[in-house]
């Protein structure tokens, strides 16, 4: 159709949109390295999809090109680039495609607007940041490998319109129509400061073009190849952010080249928060960056396991050709080596980390423990070194918990005795006063215990090192949370004997414990299916225990019949110290656990 066809903004976009173009203003500058980061982008899934079909193949001289004309008030972004087809451009600058945007949309719309500028600054916004500085944006765009162009407009106010459109060769141009108070970025000087402070990173040559004036304004020093000493934290913690969409300080950065039969860059970081927002079609996939002498590859060269997906960064070698195709890093054995030594080299971080500094290394295990631990599930190269890093909540680690806590509630008491002298007439008012306080301060207490207890962690070790004398195996319940299991009959009889349990609450928990089988020879064992550890732990013998007292014997008949085959048996048992009855599973059936999960998910 040669007609331009009208659309409407998605809801999403007309909200991101208001928030950019009204509340964002000491940082409009950021719009230059959105457009640019995306330009590259598209140049990098060119270079990288014509290594498999040549027709796609770049240009000679493929970059990036900023053009200014002042008398019309324009500025254009273009690249040689993958291009967008008519689909492409409705849906990605239509829609919020891309959930580090839509995360970001919410943070902004939470935020303080005077916090607001540091928030674009930090994050970026995208494509749309272009309506920061433009009062109306046309892209022209050719997808390669095709012959027809499209064109879509708006002016940034619910609507947008795609047109067809002429474009010599394959890739994109962005054009902007610079608003009246925005005469600064039609200065050449201007726009090459702010590519250096943003841009330079970016391997592909970018040219600012002023009438026949033109300059090469990148260095294209990617960050991680420069020596750690010219690096600041601020400025890693800064690519951190805006290259993976991140909105927190780095939990651990990690950057170091290695040498000798490897030669390679890595620039890795734990995060120190969960992220926000996960895209529905989030795989368990590491997505760390594979760059080839600085060039992007992919970011799907699986280059951590997925049990460390949550590491975000750069890997860069000298050791494979700039032309590697997908087919050829399933293969190459460079790579292989390449995710060993990386993969051991965050393990020894996470390590040195939990035995240097206890507190922050809680704080990563509170965020990323369940990754972990599917590690010690899916790996069996690492399996015991996952085991000794994770940290479990403990019979014992409860009790101790609870006991720290009454000093806390003591301090709260006393400082509430200042006021003790009322005048008759405020005594009711002082009652009711007195009472909601009190409810407050139960609640306040029972908060800080839940805290207190959600934060007690032991490890195997230390908990071996707690083990009773005849005790031989290590004891685990798993459950949906604490307050469940604390409430559990099972525990009862191990409780009375002083014998600690741990208390997994992750859905992970109820698959690795099965595949570790043991710590440092200790066998981890199921309570609710080793009842007959108890009576032995006791002194008991195991007829002792199976024997069913006269007076007994009645009722367990008499339930039996009620209960038919619902139950596939009914028996007298010591361990039950304050409950009437248990449930348990057979001795060799699927754990209770396992058995509701497995009911969640339709098995
Ligand atoms: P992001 O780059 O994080 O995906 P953006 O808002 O910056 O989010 O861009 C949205 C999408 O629009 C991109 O993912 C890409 O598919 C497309 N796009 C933007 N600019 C270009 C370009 N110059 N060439 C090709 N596609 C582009
Ligand atoms: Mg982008």
Request: proline share 4%; no cysteine; aromatic share 8%.
């Amino acid at each position: 159709s040669t007609v331009e066809e009208r659309h409407e903004f998605s809801a999403e976009v007309g909200r991101l949109l208001d928030l950019v173009v009204h509340a964002l203003y000491s940082e409009r500058e950021i719009f230059l390295r959105e457009l640019v980061a995306n330009a590259a982008d598209a140049t990098d899934r060119r270079r990288f999809e014509a290594l498999t079909e040549a027709a796609l193949a770049l240009p000679e001289k493929a970059g990036i090109h900023i053009h200014i004309d002042k008398d019309k008030r324009l500025l254009s972004i273009s690249d040689d680039g993958i291009g967008m087809t008519r689909e492409e451009l409705a849906r990605n600058l239509g829609t919020i495609a891309r959930s580090g945007t839509r995360a970001f949309g919410e943070q902004l719309q939470n935020s303080k607007p005077e916090e607001r500028p540091s928030l674009i600054g930090q994050f970026g916004v995208g494509f749309y940041a272009a309506f920061m500085v433009a009062d109306k944006v046309d892209v022209i765009s050719r997808h390669a490998g095709t012959e027809e162009a499209w064109q879509w407009s708006s002016e940034g106010k619910g609507e947008y319109s795609i047109s067809p459109a002429q474009r010599e060769k394959p890739g994109t141009s962005i054009t902007l129509h610079i608003k009246a108070d925005a005469d600064e970025f039609l200065e050449v000087s201007r726009l090459e400061t702010i590519i250096r402070k943003w841009a330079d990173n970016i391997a592909w040559p970018i040219t600012v073009h002023d009438g026949e004036k033109e300059s090469t304004a990148n260095q294209g020093t990617a960050l991680w190849r420069k020596p750690k000493s010219e690096l600041t934290q601020e400025q890693l913690t800064e690519f951190y952010r805006h290259t993976f969409h991140m909105f927190d300080d780095p939990w651990a950065t990690l950057h170091w080249h290695a040498e000798g039969t490897l030669e390679f860059t890595a620039l890795l970081f734990i995060p120190s928060m969960r992220p926000m927002f996960e895209p529905m079609d989030a795989t368990r996939d590491s997505k760390v960056r594979l760059h080839v002498k600085r060039m992007f590859i992919t970011d799907e060269g699986n280059i951590l396991p997925p049990w460390l997906r949550f590491v975000q960064g750069v890997v860069d070698t000298e050791d494979l050709p700039l032309n590697v195709s997908r087919e050829m890093l399933q293969t190459t054995p460079v790579l292989n080596r390449i995710r060993k030594a990386v993969t051991n080299r965050v393990l020894t971080e996470l390590k040195s980390r939990a035995k240097n500094d206890e507190a922050s290394y809680l704080k990563f295990w509170e965020n990323f423990g369940a990754q972990i631990k599917e590690g010690i599930w899916d790996n069996s190269d690492h399996r015991m070194e996952l085991a000794e890093l994770s940290r479990f909540h403990s019979t014992t680690t409860q009790e101790q918990a609870l006991k720290a806590i009454p000093a806390e509630g003591q301090k709260a008491e006393n400082a509430d005795k200042g006021s003790e002298n009322n005048p008759a007439n405020q005594e009711k008012a002082q009652e009711a006063q007195d009472k909601t306080q009190k409810e407050a301060q139960e609640e306040t207490q029972e908060k800080i215990r839940e805290n207190v207890q959600d934060k007690a962690l032991t490890t195997l070790e230390d908990y071996i090192s707690r083990m009773k004398d005849k005790q031989e195996a290590i004891y685990y319940i798993a459950g949906d949370s604490l307050k469940t299991l604390s409430y559990s009959p099972h525990l009862e009889g191990f409780k009375a004997q002083g014998i600690e349990v741990l208390l997994l609450i992750d859905p992970v928990d109820s698959f690795w414990p099965e595949r570790l089988g043991s710590y440092k020879d200790k066998p981890l064992r199921n309570i609710t299916q080793a009842q007959d550890d108890l009576s032995k732990l006791a002194g008991k013998t195991e007829s002792e225990e199976a024997k069913t007292p006269a007076e007994m014997e009645k009722l367990v008949t008499s339930l039996k019949e009620a209960l038919k085959d619902k139950v596939s048996e009914v028996k007298g048992t010591h361990r039950l110290v304050e409950s009437a009855v248990v449930v348990a599973p057979a001795a060799f059936g699927p754990d209770l656990q396992m058995q509701r999960l497995m009911r969640r998910s339709g098995q």
